[in-house]
């Protein structure tokens, strides 16, 4: 089992920063693809970004050139770096991982297996 936990959410104007972290418990992280998805309220959940145990990402259109998401393998964590917010960006958002071990990662929810609680993330003046 892996359990992942949020933090990082908050409230804050448009056109401003926050960074999200999740910290996971398995002893197979490093082997991993990790996700941050998010869903507003009367949407579907969306694929954020992804990185997979090699490094490599993907982004959804949306955040391109404004979010970037990393991995620390020593301290089991994910980060979401998140610049120029707008109201658009307003979501419950969550991290994810998958269950299977050393693949690409891809944006769709249906590749990740466990999820955290999410953290929310409100944009507005």
């Known amino acids: 089992q892996v359990q992942l936990v949020e933090s990082g959410g908050g409230s804050v104007q448009p056109g401003g920063s926050l960074r999200l972290s999740c910290a996971a418990s398995?002893?197979?992280?490093?082997?991993?693809?990790m996700g941050w998805f998010r869903q507003a309220p009367g949407k579907e959940r969306e694929g954020v970004a992804c990185?997979?145990?090699?490094?490599?990402?993907n982004y959804a259109d949306s955040v391109k050139g404004r979010f970037t998401i990393s991995r620390n393998n020593a301290k089991k964590t994910l980060g979401l770096q998140m610049n120029s917010l707008d109201p658009g960006d307003t979501a419950m958002y969550s991290c994810?991982?998958?269950?299977?071990?050393?693949?690409?990662?891809?944006?769709?929810?249906?590749?990740?297996?466990?999820w955290g609680q999410g953290t929310q993330v409100t944009v507005s003046s």
């Open positions: 990185i997979d145990p090699y490094g490599n990402t």
């Open positions: 994810a991982a998958t269950s299977v071990t050393y693949t690409r990662c891809s944006l769709a929810h249906q590749s990740f297996n466990y």
């Open positions: 398995t002893s197979t992280y490093n082997s991993r693809s």
